[in-house]
């Protein structure tokens, strides 16, 4: 639906029948917001309303209670001079008079609080009717939802949470074939460093992590939110164990995965537990700076996350310096299989993956471009020509995050981000 953000810019049909359509996915995937649950945000308006309005009403009558009471022996001995004088009235003199008088200019202050209960009669009848219709909205959605235990909702909850993954898995992945505009998130820190956000989560999670530099750092920053990190505000320290080499790191489903300093060993540091929950080496990835991407500052390994998991990038010198990508299990980091890109990665400026494929930039500096591809679904590869507008002139991180869609790069001290456009082949048969 246009209104999710979905974009078709052109289409047509190919010899055999297909439909051939060029799509640009939504920022983030969004649902159509379900009508009981807007149901339930109006009741709890509508609640909350009335329990705003009950508490003015309790101490409005508390009050106005304490007043009758204290002019209660007042209107008694008013109400006993005025029984004598009506027996009597030769004994109602001027000065009698004159204190029947002042006695009632007291009690003039109760007709407006009288006055104020006619009105808070009114609004518990209105109230009242409110609770009537709360209640029957309340239990038209209990009939409704009572047709399933929670067992059932929960197990239907998760299958639509399964079937809406892989839809997104899928409409998510495409060829790259454009990136936008940078635009610009923040300005701070050094020249070199790395900032990311989890690769993983719900969409609620919008925590931002921060890595200033790329040699024996061991300070990570986690802000609550994006804004708190554009304003540098709200943010806790994490100390890690063992320092970082290079820029190549990632936030995987809440921990931190990055290249041990002076080693080709991965580590796996958990945030909530402030824990290493594990450590592996990568058999003959080289270190140190001896195959880091174009613009040093030991870039050596590479990790990266996509649509389809976890992914280390280095070389080796049984590869000659070429870049190997590699699969790599999240829980043992485990190499699960590797391909030989052919492409040397001392010529590279950066690359990232995106659905499986790799792509490269020819340089770190200005007038970069995305110039080399490789498809490990089909273990081939091809020299691309998209634009990459390196705005503050030096790249030291560039990273791809499949949850939100979007480039995260670390430029000359400036934290940007920078929007994809992915090609995608629907078939008429619905398959993608």
Not at 9 to 36: E, F
Request: with cysteine.
């Amino acid at each position: 639906s246009p209104d999710e953000g979905w974009q078709v810019y052109t289409s047509a049909q190919a010899p055999d029948g297909k439909c051939l359509c060029t799509a640009v996915i939504p920022v983030q995937g969004t649902c159509s917001r379900d009508l009981r649950s807007h149901q339930l945000r109006q009741l709890m308006e509508k609640v909350q309303n009335i329990s705003q309005s009950m508490e003015v009403l309790d101490l409005r009558t508390y009050r106005d209670l304490q007043y009758v009471r204290n002019t209660e022996s007042l209107m008694k001995g008013l109400d006993s001079r005025l029984k004598v004088a009506a027996e009597s009235q030769k004994s109602l003199n001027a000065k009698s008079f004159q204190e029947l008088k002042d006695k009632m200019t007291e009690l003039l202050p109760l007709l407006p609080v009288l006055d104020q209960y006619k009105s808070d009669t009114r609004l518990i009848v209105h109230l009242k009717e409110e609770v009537r219709n709360l209640s029957g909205s309340l239990l038209a959605i209990q009939e409704e939802m009572g047709a399933y235990d929670y067992e059932e909702l929960q197990q239907r909850v998760l299958m639509l949470e399964a079937r809406l993954h892989a839809c997104m898995q899928k409409l998510g992945c495409g060829k790259l074939t454009g990136v936008s505009n940078p635009i610009t998130i923040r300005a701070s820190g050094s020249r070199f460093g790395s900032w990311m956000t989890d690769t993983m989560t719900p969409s609620a999670d919008t925590r931002v992590w921060y890595m200033d530099g790329y040699y024996k750092g061991r300070r990570v920053l986690e802000f609550r939110t994006l804004n708190d990190f554009v304003t540098g505000q709200n943010f806790v320290q994490h100390l890690l164990p063992h320092p970082w080499a290079g820029t190549g790191h990632v936030v995987f489903n809440g921990s931190l995965y990055y290249n041990k300093y002076q080693s080709n060993i991965a580590v796996k540091y958990h945030f909530r537990s402030r824990s290493v929950l594990v450590q592996r080496s990568l058999a003959g990835a080289g270190y140190n700076n001896t195959f880091p991407y174009s613009w040093g500052g030991f870039s050596d390994i590479d990790f990266m996350v996509d649509e389809n998991g976890l992914w280390a990038v280095y070389t080796t010198n049984q590869n000659a310096g070429n870049i190997v990508v590699s699969r790599v299990d999240p829980q043992t980091l485990e190499v699960l299989r590797s391909w030989d890109t052919g492409y040397p990665k001392r010529s590279a400026g950066e690359s990232f993956m995106i659905c499986g494929t790799l792509y490269v930039t020819n340089s770190h500096l200005a007038g970069a471009k995305i110039y080399f591809a490789y498809y490990t679904n089909t273990s081939s590869y091809e020299y691309t020509d998209i634009p990459f507008h390196n705005q503050y002139s030096h790249i030291s991180m560039l990273d791809y995050n499949p949850r939100e869609r979007v480039l995260y790069t670390w430029n000359n001290g400036h934290q940007v981000i920078y929007n994809v456009t992915l090609f995608h082949v629907i078939k008429t048969s619905g398959e993608l």
